[in-house]
């Protein structure tokens, strides 16, 4: 095998300008493929983080519905100004409590998802989605968020909080210029028709884990968003009617009612209700606490795939309609995208492997026709059909793992370069798609396996073609060949 290695060195060397070109090929594939699963391998850990650590947590409980919605809603256009409100989570507190007593929770928060508009008088109106919280339960739970203007929400407050980068849009493309204490009115649409609240602005907030395109995302106390969304109905406890009127509205009939009517003043429904003329008291009104998903985050350590599975199998014990989702499915389409996007990368990198290959293929075959005088040579000198195929096959895997090996180096060092000075994104929907603004990608294994996959497979490739249409040349071509 050693003399078959040296002679295959010698061969390469000997005809060093095919043996460029083909490793050159195999040199760009890999460095494109290295940096590309970089790049896409970066990215998909940025939206991760930036939604796990912002939104979703490790798994978000929604009701079940016949069509997939995410926390944006339920007819969810990323780059729009179109959504819908996602249903009502059923068994609210005995699901909660249910949530809370599990050992693998770290902590939990809920909230109601909806938009609206930013009424600004003559400059027209500015969208913004609305997360309607309780506000320490879920800033505890999701504190990746800095205030740089006025503070955050209180419990039990009615308020808003806006992002530095929405403020910033609505002066420049609406020449309105909002700051903490202004009131606010917001518009929005929904099966009861439109709905207006007036809150004011007591915070602005940035990211610490940056998530520009989805800045566009506003806080604010959740009986705000309930009211805007039509949730907050309440309910009414029925209340004691003084017996004259309860005797009346029994009546069996016409003559009853007025008989019984003429027999004295009647005491007013309105004081009825309110207890005035009577000792019942008022009827109270209840409003049910509505939510519309609840976001978990586990403690360090605890894969969410079990947990998930164990919350649905619970779920469907108990007959609930609802469903425990990853960070993914809670993301919706914009976890979506990077996905996706690393399909479509690595569907051309295989497309332009195969090219590369036929390249290959045919440069070998070029070198196999031009070197037949040698193969016919070596053939009557008594070399056998298997040293000849060890010989090119020799040739081919060196190759490939030479170029390949400085295609790995190289991009290596361009990822390096890469993560240590950053690419600075600026258009919403490439941060959506790679989950940050100062894009940095890093080294893994995953990388380093790929790429050295690659490498094999085309040098496994290339040479089977070759080496049967050299095992083809016999002795007498050495003699007849020019």
Do not use: C
Request: charged content about 15%; hydrophobic content about 50%.
């Amino acid at each position: 095998m050693g003399s078959v290695i040296k002679i295959a060195w010698r061969n390469l060397a000997q005809h060093r300008s095919k043996t460029i070109l083909v490793g050159i090929l195999i040199t760009f594939g890999i460095t494109l493929t290295f940096v590309g699963n970089s790049l896409f391998e970066s990215s998909a850990r940025g939206v991760k983080s930036a939604f796990t650590a912002n939104f979703t947590g490790d798994l978000m409980i929604q009701a079940k519905t016949k069509k997939p919605y995410s926390i944006f809603g339920l007819d969810e256009v990323t780059f729009g100004n179109n959504t819908s409100v996602p249903p009502v989570l059923p068994h609210y507190q005995a699901l909660s409590s249910y949530v809370a007593s599990l050992p693998e929770v770290a902590s939990w928060t809920s909230q109601v998802s909806g938009f609206g508009f930013v009424n600004l008088g003559a400059n027209g109106q500015a969208f913004t989605l609305l997360f309607g919280v309780h506000p320490s339960q879920y800033f505890s739970t999701f504190h990746s968020l800095k205030i740089v203007e006025g503070r955050l929400l209180k419990d039990g407050e009615t308020g808003i909080m806006m992002s530095r980068h929405r403020l910033d849009e609505i002066a420049k493309d609406n020449h309105v210029h909002l700051k903490v204490g202004d009131k606010i009115l917001i518009n929005s649409f929904s099966k009861a028709g439109l709905k207006i609240r007036a809150v004011p602005l007591v915070g602005v907030y940035e990211y610490t884990i940056p998530t520009q395109a989805l800045e566009v995302l506003s806080y604010v106390d959740a009986e705000t968003l309930r009211a805007l969304n039509a949730l907050s109905l309440g309910t009414i406890a029925p209340a004691k009617l003084p017996p004259k009127i309860n005797s009346l509205l029994n009546a069996s009939s016409d003559n009853a009612f007025f008989s019984d009517a003429s027999k004295g003043p009647l005491p007013s429904l309105g004081s009825a209700l309110s207890g005035s003329g009577s000792k019942e008291s008022a009827p109270a009104i209840t409003t049910p606490e509505v939510w519309n998903d609840l976001m978990v985050r586990l403690k360090p350590g605890v894969a969410p795939g079990p947990v998930i599975a164990a919350l649905n199998a619970e779920f469907a014990k108990r007959g609930w309609a609802v469903q425990a989702v990853d960070w993914k499915a809670a993301a919706g389409t914009t976890a979506k995208l990077t996905g996706v996007t690393q399909v479509v990368f690595n569907a051309l990198l295989i497309i332009l492997s195969i090219v590369a290959v036929i390249i290959i293929l045919n440069t070998l075959v070029i070198s196999v026709m031009e070197r037949t005088p040698e193969i016919g040579t070596m053939r009557a000198l008594g070399a056998s059909k298997g040293f000849i195929r060890q010989l090119f096959i020799a040739e081919t895997m060196i190759t490939a793992l030479v170029f390949g090996l400085l295609g790995i180096l190289l991009g290596t060092g361009l990822v390096v370069l890469l993560g240590a000075v950053g690419i600075q994104i600026n258009n919403d929907f490439l941060q959506i798609l790679f989950g940050a603004r100062d894009l940095r990608p890093f080294l893994s294994w995953n990388q380093v396996g790929m790429a050295v996959a690659l490498t094999l497979g085309i040098g496994l490739v290339s040479w089977v073609y070759p080496v049967a249409v050299a095992l083809r040349v016999t002795p007498l071509a050495a003699i007849t060949s020019d």
